[in-house]
């Protein structure tokens, strides 16, 4: 089967046990947001206990505070009336096995899919890239107690985010499941 078979198929199951989900609020019914990683072994409705209907979750490449992730939490509260985030990068996150320099130069090369060997990333093949890479603020990490403190810092200082909401910083252990907070980023949130 192909993967939009796939998808497909596990669709049509979905829509057999659906059930009442129909007549969920649009608000999130337990007013809270979650800014995490999009990484695949990440399960948020999982890890944090949710069922439809009740958080926000916003997602990105490393769970970044990026401007658009906190365009996405500002309406979260504003119009959805959500009253506390979470940040929650993780361990082993494929955001801290490169920086900048290294993503624009691989894509200037070739924009098809790189290989890592452990400690460096190569392209297979060459060719057909483009620099506009180069151009890109990739927010990359060096270390994750310190992407989430500086991540909570930054949603925390932004004019358009009020001072009552808590927000707390995370780490999810992929090798365990377990969320670890980071008290520094916690406390950067404090409402
Ligand atoms: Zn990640």
């Given amino acids: 089967m192909t993967i939009l078979a796939e998808v497909l198929a596990a669709n049509d199951q979905y829509?057999?046990?659906?059930?009442?989900?129909?007549?969920?609020?649009?608000?999130?019914a337990r007013r809270f947001a979650i800014l995490t990683?999009?990484?695949?072994?990440?399960?948020?409705?999982?890890?944090a206990g949710l069922s439809e209907g009740d958080a926000h979750v916003i997602r990105n490449a490393g769970g970044r505070a990026s401007?658009?992730?906190?365009?996405?939490?500002?309406?979260?509260?504003?119009l959805l009336g959500t009253l506390e985030w979470f940040v929650i990068?993780?361990?082993?996150?494929?955001?801290?096995?490169?920086?900048?320099?290294?993503m624009a130069d691989l894509l200037d090369d070739s924009l098809e899919t790189a290989a890592f060997d452990g400690t460096a990333w190569s392209n297979p093949?060459?060719?057909?890239?483009?620099?506009a890479g180069h151009?890109?603020?990739?927010?990359?990490?060096?270390?994750?107690?310190?992407?989430?403190?500086?991540?909570?810092?930054?949603?925390?200082?932004h004019p358009l985010v009020p001072k009552y909401i808590p927000i707390y910083?995370?780490?999810?252990?992929?090798?365990?499941?377990?969320?670890?907070e980071v008290p520094k980023a916690t406390e950067a949130g404090r409402a």
Avoid: N
Wanted: hydrophobic fraction near 35%.
């Fill in 37 to 47: 990683c999009m990484d695949a072994r990440l399960d948020p409705a999982k890890y």
């Fill in 169 to 180: 910083g995370f780490i999810y252990d992929v090798k365990s499941g377990k969320l670890i």
């Fill in 135 to 157: 151009f890109v603020k990739w927010l990359t990490i060096a270390s994750q107690e310190e992407s989430v403190y500086q991540d909570v810092k930054r949603v925390r200082e």
């Fill in 89 to 102: 990068h993780h361990t082993d996150c494929g955001m801290e096995l490169f920086c900048d320099e290294v």
């Fill in 125 to 131: 093949k060459h060719g057909g890239g483009c620099t």
């Fill in 15 to 28: 829509v057999a046990d659906f059930g009442d989900k129909g007549r969920l609020a649009l608000p999130p």
């Fill in 67 to 78: 401007d658009d992730a906190i365009r996405s939490l500002v309406i979260s509260h504003k």
